[in-house]
């Protein structure tokens, strides 16, 4: 039996207008344009403030999947913000319930939970329990915008809780644009190293590269870290993009590529152009990736072809919480 492949950096993203519990307020401006943007280049016709959006979202979502040459997709929810006190904070673009992640993981076994519960929820270990017993295989977080401070005394309860459980932390780290940031200074990598420190398996989203050219670039302290715990992984995810592509060159030449994982980051565009112009991918091979329209499939194609092996999209599959 071959061995399952996976993208594991997929968003669930949803309104509530039909009940699923989500919420989504877009901001204005550079935010309001590239929401819109990602609807139509992943080909949903329907509008966000639509009431059957949810539906329509996860409908597309499976029927990509299934086409992707993939077998699995980890699925993100993604919680509200708080302080480090326990309140509720009034900020953030959208909110995914760990409910609906389930919900709809339960309904298309292609997906995968990756549940998010913010630590500084006065209910945090209660629901990350709740969570585990439901079958949780990862926990999603992004520090710099959701106010998590990984570092911070009071969590360190509910990393212990995590290690205990084997479930792995999938992390933000480096800039983001995609939505609002509150703490910049929680981009960086290091702050992982407390959640490390207690044996929390965890994964780098977008391997601590910079998404735009004001941003640091802290892939040196992530392979630093690396060196320094072997439960530090890191992903792909959206690295076919202008400015965080050019992290695939050092990701290539680290020589650690067997800690690298597969991820796309759906629904964020996935391009072509920007591998071929930096020398990783041939001009035919950019054709053929601009030639498949499914956006999963198109980012595994690039990762293929600039030379990532099969490890890369099955590794996944031993990092996982095991249900």
């Known amino acids: 039996m071959a061995t399952p492949r996976y993208d594991c950096h997929v968003h669930l993203v949803g309104n509530g207008l039909a009940g699923s519990g989500c919420w989504l307020k877009v901001p204005g401006g550079w935010h309001r344009f590239l929401a819109e943007f990602m609807r139509r280049g992943v080909g949903l016709p329907t509008r966000l403030d639509a009431p059957e959006f949810d539906a329509a979202y996860v409908a597309n979502l499976v029927g990509l999947v299934?086409?992707?040459?993939?077998?699995?997709?980890?699925?993100?929810?993604?919680?509200?913000?708080?302080?480090?006190?326990?309140?509720?904070?009034?900020?953030?673009?959208?909110?995914?319930?760990?409910?609906?992640?389930?919900?709809?993981?339960?309904?298309?076994?292609?997906?995968?939970?990756?549940?998010?519960?913010?630590?500084?929820?006065?209910?945090?270990?209660?629901?990350?329990?709740?969570?585990?017993?439901?079958?949780?295989?990862?926990?999603?977080?992004?520090?710099?915008?959701?106010?998590?401070?990984?570092?911070?005394?009071?969590?360190?309860?509910?990393?212990?809780?995590?290690?205990?459980?084997?479930?792995?932390?999938?992390?933000?780290?480096?800039?983001?644009?995609?939505?609002?940031?509150?703490?910049?200074?929680?981009?960086?990598?290091?702050?992982?190293?407390?959640?490390?420190?207690?044996?929390?398996?965890?994964?780098?989203?977008?391997?601590?590269?910079?998404?735009?050219?004001?941003?640091?670039?802290?892939?040196?302290?992530?392979?630093?870290?690396?060196?320094?715990?072997?439960?530090?992984?890191?992903?792909?995810?959206?690295?076919?993009?202008?400015i965080r592509s050019g992290v695939l060159r050092q990701a290539l030449a680290s020589g650690r590529r067997e800690r690298f994982l597969h991820g796309s980051d759906y629904p964020v565009p996935v391009g072509a152009r920007w591998a071929w112009l930096r020398g990783l991918i041939s001009l035919a091979q950019a054709a053929e990736a601009g030639r498949i329209d499914n956006l999963i499939a198109r980012d595994a194609y690039l990762k293929q072809a600039m030379g990532f092996d099969e490890g890369h999209f099955t590794r996944l599959g031993e990092v996982l919480r095991p249900v």
């Open 66 to 242: 299934r086409g992707s040459g993939l077998d699995h997709a980890l699925l993100l929810a993604q919680d509200e913000v708080y302080a480090e006190d326990g309140r509720k904070l009034d900020f953030g673009s959208f909110h995914v319930p760990n409910d609906y992640l389930f919900e709809v993981c339960r309904a298309h076994p292609e997906f995968v939970p990756a549940v998010s519960v913010h630590p500084g929820r006065p209910d945090a270990l209660a629901e990350l329990g709740r969570c585990l017993d439901q079958g949780a295989r990862a926990l999603k977080l992004l520090p710099n915008c959701q106010n998590v401070d990984c570092a911070s005394p009071r969590y360190e309860a509910f990393w212990r809780r995590m290690a205990e459980a084997k479930l792995p932390f999938l992390c933000h780290t480096g800039g983001e644009m995609t939505v609002p940031v509150m703490r910049r200074e929680f981009q960086d990598p290091r702050i992982l190293r407390r959640p490390l420190e207690l044996g929390v398996k965890v994964i780098a989203a977008h391997a601590s590269g910079n998404s735009h050219f004001f941003d640091p670039n802290y892939f040196g302290e992530l392979i630093k870290l690396m060196d320094e715990f072997p439960n530090l992984y890191a992903d792909t995810s959206a690295l076919n993009s202008p």
